[in-house]
């Protein structure tokens, strides 16, 4: 493991997405990136798991589903030895050289969904996130937050007009149910860490969400207030 550096030290900073499928986090990373972009602020996105050619190879075993019979401690794991990779190789490189990084998810997910909704003892949680991290917390999180049916449907929409009929991913064939209650976890997640996270309405437009998301980044970070 590589030694820890001082993070109040840096001025890029590392921001990641949250929320269930389909509520809207790889359209909104995007236009944040993109925003930064336009004020010469050099940033790039990236995604969990995966964002690494060996986390890319964990991600693919993953979400086949060919991890599921292991039992979702195996798979709180395997998704913390993509994230090490991630963070030592791709976040903490590029945060050094003074770029902001975007994750599409990082270890919220592992809490909400292993976790608290698969089940998945805090002690395990909290020691793979410590290993995983290595001192790379999120500056922010952002959670979009949305009734999972409603984000659902939207995902269906557009498969569906771009005549795709894909199979579930691992986690899409679980029940609505159980997508409600991932729903409640992030949103406890983010209610015992109100300092690092900001919840944003996922039923807005595309446009109304970067608007509010751009207030709130720049809120929280002052070099870019214009
Ligand atoms: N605010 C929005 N309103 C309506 N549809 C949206 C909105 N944001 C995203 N979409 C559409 O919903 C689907 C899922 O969005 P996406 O950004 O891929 O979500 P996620 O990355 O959270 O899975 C896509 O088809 C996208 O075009
Ligand atoms: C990073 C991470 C993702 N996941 C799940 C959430 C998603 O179902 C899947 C990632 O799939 P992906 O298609 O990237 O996400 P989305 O559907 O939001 O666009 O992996 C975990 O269960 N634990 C984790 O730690």
Known sequence: MDTEVDRTQMTAKFITFEGGEGVGKSTQIKRLVANLIKREIEAVRTREPGGTPRAEAIRSFL???????WGPSAEAILFAAARLDHVNSMIKPNLESDKWV???R???STRAYQGLTGGVPDELIDALETLA??????DLTILIDMDPELAFERVRKRAAEDGLNLPPDRYEKENI??????RRNFLDISRSNPERFVVVDGTQSVSDMESDIWAKVSERFSELAA
């Open 106 to 108: 990082f270890c919220d």
């Open 63 to 69: 979400l086949q589903g060919k991890s599921e019979q």
């Open 102 to 104: 975007l994750s599409d």
């Open 177 to 182: 149910e159980w997508h409600r209650r991932l």
């Open 133 to 138: 991290l290595n001192g790379a917390t999120p």
